[in-house]
């Protein structure tokens, strides 16, 4: 029970954020396609935990999860607030996605020689950053996610009304002098925060911050308005997510754990692109 | 008074500006030009360099990412923390676009002209002295144009001032000024001016 209660909670937690920054840079972006992972927020975790994980490797260090952070939620963040500059319009916000999704290429194909690299040399590799799971969860991770979630609930709370006028529209929360650059500044620290977070801890889970925005707006946003697509959608997300991870966990393939990451991205993307083909460029709207 | 001045020698690819206007406490001036001028940009450039003073109704439809009923768009804009929203008079348009019997309606459900005076309901309701409107009798019909009209003359009356964008403005029933904007030796300028 020692395992399985922080493990199981990890991945409520971990699909509530995921989620949530989905959501955030949904809203901020009035774009449904725009997500951690397809602004390339995923690729640069990825890339830096690669180049922390070699650094530590090189020079003998133990590889100290405080550093880690320390290091690398800054990068995010950083990337988080060029972002913010550059989301004035749908053309540049289509054009920074198309950019983030070739940099996840560009981090795949780099992952990819990494790895062949480190198996020509028989060094260690941490391949399941590619797909996320959570074998390694424990109490510590668990309470790393309670923070970043806290903070999702703080931000809530003192920003709730410049969100709700912010989400009538870019023009209207202008007129209404809406300091639209603070709003964004939070947005973005906090999608990087909780998107490194949670890939530094168990690894990338492609697509779940795209897809489970959708998912929360379509059933919850009607009657709970964006409350229920920033929290309540965002639970049932996150249980929805655990129920995965016990599968992953309850029936493994001969002993082997198959990633909760590899099952939720394949998950994910059929959905997308089901999503996407039914939609008749209507994904942008929250439907009745 | 307003003094609005732009000089931007590479204001649209194919020409510059070089415009000053100003614009009284309760004045109208409508600006009007051959399609593709610059008279858009124009406004939005003056709304760009002075939005902390103005109000700009855009011409493109409200971005609806969420759709919501018109119930709940009109309790979150009520609810606006630290904004200067002059209540009254959003409810009084609000109500005389006919938008207070149809609260139930989602967003995505409006017409065009629903949708446009709903924008502009939500455009006139900020308190500043300067309201930029570009081209809002869009897509109204004459009974709306009426309603505009009214409230346009009550904020005149309130001392505010208007530029607004108009091809046809024949339903403004008051006396403002007309300018035209033209296009000499690839500068975008001011050109006939007259009062109505």
Redesign the interface.
């Known amino acids: 029970m020692d395992y399985i209660i922080p493990r199981f909670l990890s991945a409520v937690l971990t699909g509530m954020i995921l989620s949530q920054t989905g959501s955030l840079i ?2 901020s972006s ?1 774009n449904v396609l725009a997500s951690p992972s397809t602004l390339g927020f995923d690729g640069l975790s990825i890339l830096w935990i690669l180049v922390f994980h070699s650094i530590m490797l090189i020079f003998g260090y133990e590889q100290p999860v405080l550093i880690l952070f320390l290091t690398g939620i800054p990068l995010t963040v950083v990337i988080g607030w060029v972002y913010s500059k550059f989301i004035d319009t749908q053309k540049s916000i289509e054009r920074l996605i198309l950019i983030g999704l070739t940099f996840n290429l560009l981090v795949g194909a780099i992952f990819s020689f990494w790895q062949f690299l480190f198996l020509a040399f028989n060094l260690p590799f941490p391949v399941e950053l590619w797909f996320g799971h959570f074998r390694f969860a424990n109490l510590e991770s668990l309470t790393i996610l309670l923070i970043v979630e806290g903070g999702l609930v703080a931000g809530w709370l003192v920003f709730r ?2 969100f ?2 912010f ?6 929360s ?5 300091d639209q650059k603070k709003l964004f500044l939070f947005l973005f620290t906090s999608v990087a925060v909780g998107t490194f977070t949670v890939i530094s801890l168990f690894g990338a889970f492609s697509f779940l911050g795209l897809i489970f925005p959708y998912i929360a ?1 379509k059933f919850w ?2 009657k709970y ?2 409350k229920g697509e920033l929290f309540l959608g965002a639970f049932i997300n996150g249980v929805g997510f655990m129920l995965i991870d016990c599968l992953s966990y309850f029936l493994p393939i001969y002993g082997a754990e198959v990633p909760v990451g590899l099952i939720a991205t394949g998950m994910g993307a059929v959905c997308l692109i089901l999503l996407l083909w039914k939609s008749n460029g209507q994904l ?5 | 008074m307003y003094n609005l001045h732009l000089n931007d020698p590479l204001f649209l690819p194919h020409c510059g500006c070089d415009i000053s206007l100003s614009v009284q406490s309760g004045e109208m001036i409508t600006i009007v030009g051959e399609n593709g001028i610059g008279k858009t940009s124009l406004v939005q450039r003056f709304y760009q360099e002075n939005a902390d003073q103005m109000t700009l109704v855009e011409q493109i439809p409200l971005d609806i990412f969420y759709d919501r009923s018109l119930k709940k768009v009109k309790e979150i804009f009520l609810d606006a923390r630290g904004h200067i929203i002059k209540k009254d008079f959003f409810l009084k348009v609000w109500s005389r676009f006919g938008l207070d019997k149809k609260e139930d309606r989602m967003q995505s459900s409006l017409s065009g002209g629903e949708g446009q005076v709903l924008k502009i309901s939500l455009g006139l309701a900020p308190d500043t002295d300067l309201y930029l409107l570009d081209e809002p009798s869009h897509y109204l019909d004459d009974s709306m144009k009426v309603v505009l009209n009214e409230l346009l003359q009550d904020l005149l009356s309130q001392n505010k001032s208007i530029i607004m964008i108009e091809h046809n403005y024949s339903w403004v029933k008051s006396s403002m000024k007309v300018i035209e904007l033209e296009q000499k030796s690839s500068t975008l300028k001011i050109g006939k001016t007259w009062t109505t």
């Open positions: 949904q809203m009035r009304k410049e709700l006028l989400s009538l529209g870019k023009n209207v202008r007129n209404l002098k809406l707006r946003f009607k308005d964006l942008a709207v929250a439907k009745r």
